[in-house]
């Protein structure tokens, strides 16, 4: 069966530091892999996706994510947080069988000036 | 180009009712997911809509149930509603076609709050 997991529930950096948040998958085939931020109250906004090709890839507001098969990762990072940052991070598998996505439980971030 | 929308923003019923959450999808996507997010957790699928018929499931009863009508837009409905179904409901739509199926698109979701 398919499983995300996301082992840090928060973390908080600081304005301008580097960030990574860790998403680990466990999925029989190659995966299609994505990031998701959440701000409070709202809904899911994409922020970029894995399906195949390239393991390093870029998404919206400079964040980048690397896919490592190896290790079945695919970690979220950003060289410089903004405080506009702060907000619920969900990394998610594309479950193909039943056309879903299945999401970890998220890593709150927590941005100080 | 439009997003996703939900409609109710909130609702507050009482344990027992049933209750309908909307959803208009993004222009010219025509698959419709609907998600159960819990407070403090992630997502749970409950089911895909395409071409006006539920096109996959998750572990959720029969009480819930959806429609998707011709333009797309779909329905979530809530029968014998339960103080575990407060959450957040939300909307995704996606253009259908391999891994396109799963670039979802979420709306801002339907906050449901049983008393």
């Known amino acids: 069966a398919q499983s995300v997991t996301q082992p840090d529930i928060h973390i908080t950096v600081s304005e301008g530091a580097s960030l990574e948040l860790r998403c680990n998958y466990s999925y029989g085939a190659t995966p299609y892999l994505f990031w998701y931020v959440q701000s409070p109250g709202q809904g899911l906004q994409l922020l970029l996706k894995y399906f195949s090709g390239d393991t390093l890839v870029q998404g919206i507001k400079g964040f980048e994510a690397e896919f490592k098969r190896s290790q079945s990762s695919f970690n979220l990072r950003k060289p410089s947080v903004h405080w506009s940052d702060a907000a619920e991070y969900f990394c998610?598998?594309?479950?193909?069988?039943?056309?879903?996505?299945?999401f970890g439980t998220g890593t709150r971030l927590t941005v100080i000036p | 180009e439009t997003g996703v929308t939900q409609s109710p923003t909130h609702l507050i019923k009482t344990r027992g009712q049933q209750v309908t959450l909307r959803c208009s999808s993004q222009?010219?996507?025509?698959?419709v997911s609907w998600y159960q997010q819990a407070l403090g957790q992630g997502p749970q699928f409950i089911f895909q809509y395409y071409r006006e018929e539920e096109n996959g499931r998750g572990n959720f009863p029969p009480r819930f149930s959806g429609l998707q009508f011709p333009n797309y837009s779909s329905e979530l409905n809530v029968n014998a509603l339960e103080l575990d179904d407060s959450a957040l409901y939300l909307c995704?739509?996606?253009?259908?076609?391999?891994?396109?199926?799963?670039?979802?698109?979420f709306g801002p979701g339907t906050r449901l709050t049983v008393t």
């Open positions: 995704a739509s996606s253009p259908r076609g391999g891994g396109l199926t799963y670039e979802q698109y």
């Open positions: 998610a598998v594309a479950q193909t069988g039943a056309n879903n996505l299945f």
């Open positions: 222009s010219g996507h025509n698959t």
